[in-house]
């Protein structure tokens, strides 16, 4: 049960992440949106270190560094993929894709899901076509660019959490750190690459440092029940996340839920709800 709240907790935190960082990716280049809020995610990073401890053994580096990389790729892909949009529509196809390979992973690794996982697995697989196809007529319909996007950001958001995973449970928030430090050094080095590039426009200080703040404690919750539960529950748990996220976009874009929308989400929350009782 406290593997399956720290799971909720995590997705509503990466629901309101999202959801703040696709908007401020509306307003200047994701770079610009995406170097504020990793450096503001690490920081939080280094104020719980003295009260969850950390270890930086050679696997914990390891494992916390390629987290950092699929953070970094996660980052941008999913900021560009929300801030073109459609929010409602392409924030659950992220999620649902990056439930997948999490769960192979624990699969693999000897955890069973039993009758409802076997059920819930496909329904979720399900709720993305219905969730992808469900807009109506007058609604926005996403791109090819957009969902491929969305599909790639799912991805990079999945080998994110499976290497987080694989660090050492005792390291405390060392892979944290980690990754963060690894994706803030990435970011701001494509930064001083392409900064010519990335337009003249400000980025939303505040709503990026809270998307990066957000994030970090999205991923602190979700080491916490993996570490506590099994990363094929955990993953799936986590991909609600998109319900924060649409819904903001209902309240403060005004963005449309069609009907076939609500059934997608309807079912991924019911594949959801199966794999939690595994």
């Not at 987080?164 to 060392?174: E, I, K, R």
């Not at 701001?188 to 690459?193: K, T, W």
């Not at 400000?202 to 979700?222: Q, R």
Request: charged share 10%; net charge positive; hydrophobic share 60%.
């Amino acid at each position: 049960m406290i593997a399956l709240l720290l799971a909720l907790g995590s997705s509503l935190a990466y629901g309101c992440a999202d959801f703040l960082g696709g908007l401020g990716a509306r307003k200047a280049h994701v770079l610009r949106t995406v170097m504020i809020a990793a450096p503001a995610s690490l920081t939080v990073e280094f104020l719980l270190w003295p009260f969850l401890g950390a270890s930086f053994a050679p696997a914990t580096l390891a494992w916390g560094a390629a987290s950092g990389v699929a953070s970094a790729i996660a980052f941008v892909l999913l900021y560009r993929t929300l801030a073109i949009g459609p929010m409602n529509v392409l924030s659950p196809v992220t999620a649902l894709v990056s439930a997948m390979l999490p769960v192979g992973v624990g699969l693999s690794q000897g955890e069973h899901l039993g009758t409802a996982g076997l059920i819930g697995l496909p329904l979720a697989l399900v709720a993305v076509v219905l969730v992808s196809a469900g807009h109506g007529a007058g609604g926005a319909r996403p791109s090819r660019t957009a969902l491929l996007l969305a599909f790639g950001a799912g991805a990079a958001i999945a080998l994110q959490l499976v290497f987080l995973h694989q660090a050492p449970s005792d390291s405390g928030v060392g892979p944290l750190i980690t990754g963060r430090a690894v994706s803030s050094a990435v970011t701001l080095a494509a930064v001083g690459l392409l900064f010519r590039r990335l337009g003249p426009q400000k980025p939303a200080y505040a709503m990026s440092a809270t998307a990066g703040v957000l994030d970090s404690i999205a991923n602190l919750l979700f080491l916490l029940a993996a570490r506590g539960g099994d990363l094929a529950v955990v993953a799936v748990i986590i991909a609600l996340y998109p319900a924060g996220t649409v819904l903001l976009a209902r309240t403060v874009l005004a963005e449309r839920i069609h009907r076939g929308q609500l059934i997608g989400l309807g079912t991924a929350a019911v594949a959801v709800g199966l794999l939690a009782l595994v």
